[in-house]
Structure formats: structure tokens, C-alpha cells
């Protein structure tokens, strides 16, 4: 399985950014795609994930500015974020997950200036 992410960037606080998840290889169909943010020196964190049938969960510093979704027929999935704040700083990665497998892509970087 490849997970490979795009749409990072600089931005100024209160713009919009989308980043894009695409994922190949044996993927089940039953999986749940997601974003994790890994700001400087803290740990990783979720940020939202979807399921294949698009429910949907978003970390309580992200809701209502962000929106994830997800495009079963392309394996992609896509993380609109708006209102971005400077804590939103960090290394975002895609992940995709079933039963014990889960798998990480490379992270893509999103920096809001103040």
C-alpha cells in the first residue's frame, strides 16, 4: 500500500488549504482514511478520519473548520481546511487502516502565519 499526500503550503491565518490523500495497492474496502497533524516537538495527532461509508470524526480543536472526505472510486481522500489558525502548524499525514493494518504516507507540511 502507498499513501501519497499533497496540498501543503504557507498561508496566512483565516485562509483555506486542501490536502489530498491518494492511496494504491491492495487496499480493503472496508477501510478508514484519516489526517494526523505532528506539530514541532509534540507528539502526533488525530485530526479527522472518515469511514468507507463517509461517517466522519474530527478533532474538537478542528470542528467546524475542517472537512474531510472521501472518494471510494479514486482511493482518495481530501481535507478541506478553512479559518486556519497558526496552531494548525505542523506535518500532516495521511493514513489509511483496516483490522491490524495500517499504513502511513509521507507527511505533507502546512504552515499559517500570523
Known amino acids: 500500500v502507498q499513501l501519497q499526500a499533497s496540498g501543503g503550503g504557507l498561508v496566512q491565518a483565516g485562509r483555506s488549504l486542501t490536502l489530498s490523500c491518494a492511496a494504491s495497492?491492495?487496499?480493503?474496502?472496508?477501510?478508514?482514511m484519516g489526517w494526523y497533524r505532528q506539530a514541532p516537538g509534540k507528539d502526533r495527532v488525530m485530526v479527522a478520519d472518515?469511514?468507507?461509508?463517509?461517517?466522519?470524526n474530527y478533532a474538537d480543536s478542528v470542528k467546524g473548520r475542517f472537512t474531510i472526505s472521501r472518494d471510494n472510486a479514486k482511493n482518495t481522500a481530501y481535507l478541506q481546511m478553512d479559518n486556519l489558525k497558526p496552531e494548525d502548524t505542523g506535518l500532516y499525514y495521511c493514513?489509511?487502516?483496516?483490522?491490524?493494518?495500517?499504513?502511513w504516507g509521507d507527511g505533507t507540511l502546512v504552515t499559517v502565519s500570523s
Open positions: 493514513n489509511v487502516r483496516w483490522g491490524v493494518v495500517s499504513e
Open positions: 495497492g491492495k487496499i480493503d474496502s472496508g477501510n478508514v
Open positions: 472518515v469511514t468507507s461509508d463517509g461517517t466522519a
